[in-house]
């Protein structure tokens, strides 16, 4: 019956929404592939009569989209099949279910839609829709998952259909706890409207914080950091990094981010979080013993991996024990020879860091600096690298992804495994030589293999080509290694 009053190819929009406002269709999705027509008009037809429905499929291979359309010809059946139907199991996996809008517009424009993130991990899509459900009519409710466990990523959306109402549901629930954690609502912003989110870093507005102390918890960690900026200005969302044991408890990764509201708070938040004698006095215990505090302006991993593309981030080894991050910073954003007047050699930095051993603190000998252009990475680059700092030659590099190094490094080692003469392999993994017999004369000495004429040696068997010589035998091997072993013998 449904594969009747369904065309696939041409599915009538103008029933989507009538034309008076009142919605007569459904917007399913979270699908299983297996899903038909057939099986939604299984499950709809028990609530209400059914005009059409349409699951979407890829126009090559015919294979189910996960979502699908369902018309009704009253919006009165809509609303009772929306009710009952929404959050219910169809073939082994939870549908989400809302009024279908004609006008992406909408949809699109953010108004009325509210994130809301730090949930607990029990609390899914209908958990969380019978949350706001009490301050309105919800137009669609998600919580982000994992594509591949399934299990609650700790953010989601509502999105309510009165922006009034999505004003009403923030005012009341943000800073409350559900389910033992205490959530964060705030207003969404699209991507490409997001302060910050593009190649500008001038304009941001969240920060990220390293070197925590291992016993903060989520609440302690959100009082340190309002006690420490609360005269600058408000924060928007603070958020400690946890990890979850097997008996639930959460431990802190040792670091987290907060983000304000406007630029110019973050940026004299930022300073506030770089002035360690300030943040003793406003913060106690806010830093792990034996460390300092580290802050930069948050970044996302595409934009981190962009940084590594454009040759904005340079690698720096052999740095002394006696060097601290402050002055490792200021040499390579004012230069070994620095003018006096504020004036940076180099260009602007936007993270600088030396790394340390997590458990006693200790220098390993190497760090990071990111610019702000490739111009001035060059440039520090060109002056820097050999710059003796501290009576020990710096050497400074682009900085590679992890995986990048290790193929060099394989192929390193594998070019060590070679004779540079005649590129077979020598030392220990060479086999005694063979002579074919009747094709080598004896020459002075008796010694069998080399004619008289010039001592060259004719017709030797090559030895086999041992594994060690292959690049993919040492990218294995590498991988046995801690990333910081690796590093330090990369040049």
Request: proline share 5%; with cysteine.
């Given at each position: 019956v449904a594969e009747q009053n369904v065309d696939e190819q041409n599915v009538d929009q103008a029933a989507l929404v009538a034309p008076s406002g009142a919605c007569k269709s459904l917007f399913v999705q979270d699908l299983a592939p297996t899903v038909t027509e057939s099986t939604l008009l299984e499950v709809f037809q028990k609530t209400a009569?059914?005009?059409?429905?349409?699951?979407?499929?890829?126009?090559?291979?015919?294979?189910?989209?996960?979502?699908?359309?369902?018309?009704?010809?009253?919006?009165?059946?809509?609303?009772?099949?929306?009710?009952?139907?929404?959050?219910?199991?169809?073939?082994?996996?939870?549908?989400?279910i809302s009024?279908?809008?004609?006008?992406?517009?909408?949809?699109?424009?953010?108004?009325?839609?509210?994130?809301?993130?730090?949930?607990?991990?029990d609390i899914d899509h209908a958990g969380l829709h019978d949350?706001?459900?009490?301050?309105?009519?919800?137009?669609?409710c998600k919580v982000a998952t994992d594509r591949v466990?399934?299990?609650?990523?700790?953010?989601?959306?509502?999105?309510?259909?009165?922006?009034?109402?999505?004003?009403?549901?923030?005012a009341n629930l943000n800073g409350k706890c559900l389910n033992g954690k205490q959530v964060y609502v705030a207003k969404f912003i699209p991507r490409q409207k997001r302060i910050g989110s593009g190649s500008a870093s001038a304009h941001f507005t969240n920060i990220y914080l390293n070197n925590l102390h291992p016993d903060l918890t989520q609440?302690?960690?959100?009082?340190?950091?309002?006690?420490?900026?609360?005269?600058?200005g408000e924060i928007t969302s603070p958020k400690l990094m946890v990890t979850e044991n097997e008996d639930g408890t959460e431990v802190s990764k040792g670091f987290g981010f907060v983000n304000f509201e406007s630029h110019e708070v973050a940026a004299k938040a930022l300073d506030r979080f770089k002035n360690a004698e300030k943040m003793t006095e406003l913060a106690p215990g806010l830093t792990a013993e034996g460390k300092e505090l580290y802050s930069n302006p948050a970044m996302s991993t595409t934009k981190r991996r962009l940084m590594v593309v454009?040759?904005?981030?340079?690698?720096?080894?052999?740095?002394?024990?006696?060097?601290?991050?402050?002055?490792?910073?200021?040499?390579?954003?004012?230069?070994?020879?620095?003018?006096?007047?504020?004036?940076?050699?180099?260009?602007?930095?936007?993270?600088?860091?030396?790394?340390?051993?997590?458990?006693?603190?200790?220098?390993?000998?190497?760090?990071?600096?990111?610019?702000?252009?490739?111009?001035?990475?060059?440039k520090a680059m060109t002056i820097m690298n050999g710059f003796r700092l501290d009576d020990k030659p710096l050497y400074v590099g682009v900085a590679q992804p992890k995986e990048l190094r290790r193929k060099q490094l394989a192929q390193h080692f594998a070019r060590n495994q070679m004779d540079p003469h005649v590129g077979y392999p020598v030392g220990p993994y060479l086999v005694p030589q063979r002579f074919l017999p009747g094709k080598f004369s004896s020459s002075r000495?008796?010694?069998?293999?080399?004619?008289?004429?010039?001592?060259?040696?004719?017709?030797?068997?090559?030895?086999?080509?041992?594994?060690?010589?292959?690049?993919?035998?040492?990218?294995?091997?590498?991988?046995?290694?801690?990333?910081?072993?690796?590093?330090?013998?990369?040049?």
């Open positions: 009569q059914i005009q059409s429905i349409h699951v979407c499929r890829d126009s090559a291979t015919r294979l189910s989209l996960g979502y699908a359309y369902v018309n009704f010809h009253r919006a009165e059946d809509c609303d009772q099949a929306l009710a009952e139907v929404n959050f219910q199991e169809i073939e082994g996996k939870i549908c989400r009024k279908s809008l004609r006008d992406p517009s909408i949809r699109k424009s953010g108004v009325g839609n509210l994130f809301i993130k730090n949930l607990a991990k949350v706001f459900a009490n301050f309105g009519e919800i137009m669609s466990t399934g299990e609650s990523k700790g953010y989601g959306f509502v999105h309510f259909a009165k922006p009034e109402e999505g004003k009403n549901a923030l609440t302690r960690f959100i009082e340190l950091v309002t006690a420490a900026t609360s005269d600058l454009e040759e904005k981030n340079l690698y720096v080894k052999n740095i002394a024990e006696t060097v601290t991050e402050e002055r490792f910073k200021e040499l390579f954003e004012f230069g070994p020879d620095p003018k006096g007047n504020g004036e940076k050699e180099f260009g602007t930095i936007t993270s600088a860091c030396i790394m340390k051993d997590g458990d006693t603190g200790a220098h390993k000998g190497f760090g990071f600096v990111c610019y702000e252009s490739k111009e001035s990475a060059v000495g008796g010694r069998p293999g080399f004619q008289s004429r010039g001592g060259v040696p004719v017709n030797v068997a090559r030895a086999p080509f041992p594994p060690q010589s292959d690049p993919r035998f040492w990218t294995e091997l590498l991988k046995t290694f801690p990333d910081g072993v690796v590093s330090q013998h990369l040049g």
